[in-house]
């Protein structure tokens, strides 16, 4: 039988949150400015074999079977190498799970249901068991998988999602507490509800990152950017950011800003049916837990 107050405390926490996370996307983030730099994107499996560290990429393909495009722009590449070489001077590996994402990419990610259902279930457990509006879901999902391109850093080519491993056993992942695209009470960088160690590693990870010039994003414990608005917001930089959402060529890597980067890349209409999909696959696998 579960424990209404520990219950309690984790739908308050998740709640919190997820609404800060809404807040930092659209009131600061959303209006932002933006100098794009125009600078390429560079392949990080090329920087890493020139550099001579120890780099884990995600291999599986990406939503609807792209590819992933595991790129950064051309003046985080040193950044990159440096964190990836002081992990490996800590004995772990850093493990790049996902990077630029197209336009494509980004809208279906945000409705893919490996994704989606878990955001559901949790909201659904947030509200009570009540199904929640596509507007609802929409702000829940927004704090999760970037719903509009001007806040999606992934599009911009400035962000990596990743996880760590160790380098003397690189089947195994250091503890953050649960593992990449977790989406619980448990996600947000800071949370409560993992152990000591797990924090402890976060923090590691985090400061680490931050070193070489890569900034956490508060409300997911595997993503970190730079140059974009989110460090430029959570630096209190006052510049623009240098690094927008962008298209790219990926035979010459150079970029184009993307047209209208402020609108959502999922209608209301479309949540609607992707939550409308999630609850027949929860009825077809015996109802939610």
């Known amino acids: 039988m579960s424990n209404p107050d520990t219950d309690a405390t984790r739908r308050a926490y998740w709640t919190d949150q997820l609404e800060a996370a809404w807040r930092f996307m659209f009131e600061a983030v959303l209006p932002y400015p933006v100098a794009e730099c125009g600078e390429p994107l560079v392949s990080l499996q090329e920087a890493a074999a020139q550099a001579e560290v120890v780099v884990q990429f995600a291999g599986r393909p990406h939503v609807r079977g792209l590819p992933r495009r595991h790129v950064l722009r051309d003046g985080q590449i040193p950044g990159f ?9 800590r004995g772990w590996i850093l493990r790049v799970e996902d990077g630029y994402r197209t336009p494509e990419m980004q809208k279906y990610l945000g409705r ?3 994704v989606f259902d ?11 068991g009540q199904t929640p509006t596509p507007e609802f879901m929409f702000r829940r999902c927004s704090a999760l998988v970037a719903s509009v391109p001007k806040f999606g850093t992934h599009m911009s080519g400035s962000a990596i999602d ?53 900034l ?52 209301f209409d479309e949540i609607r049916a992707a939550i409308d999909a999630a609850l027949a696959r929860q009825a077809a696998a015996g109802g939610t837990r």
Do not use: C
């Open 81 to 89: 190498i440096a964190a990836a070489a002081e992990m490996n001077e």
């Open 162 to 214: 990743i996880s760590v491993m160790h380098l003397a056993d690189p089947q195994r992942e250091l503890d953050r507490g649960a593992p990449y695209l977790e989406m619980s009470e448990r996600t947000p960088m800071d949370s409560p509800f993992v152990s000591a160690e797990a924090r402890r590693n976060r923090q590691e990870i985090s400061a680490l990152m931050q070193r070489h010039g890569f």
């Open 216 to 267: 956490a994003y508060p409300w997911e414990f595997w993503h970190y950017s730079s140059g974009d608005a989110y460090e430029q917001v959570l630096m209190k930089s006052g510049r623009p950011a240098i690094y927008g959402a962008v298209s790219f060529d990926p035979q010459t890597l150079q970029v184009t800003p993307l047209a209208q980067p402020e609108q959502p890349l999922n209608s």
């Open 112 to 114: 893919e249901p490996q």
């Open 118 to 128: 878990a955001v559901l279930q949790r909201v659904m457990w947030e509200l009570g």
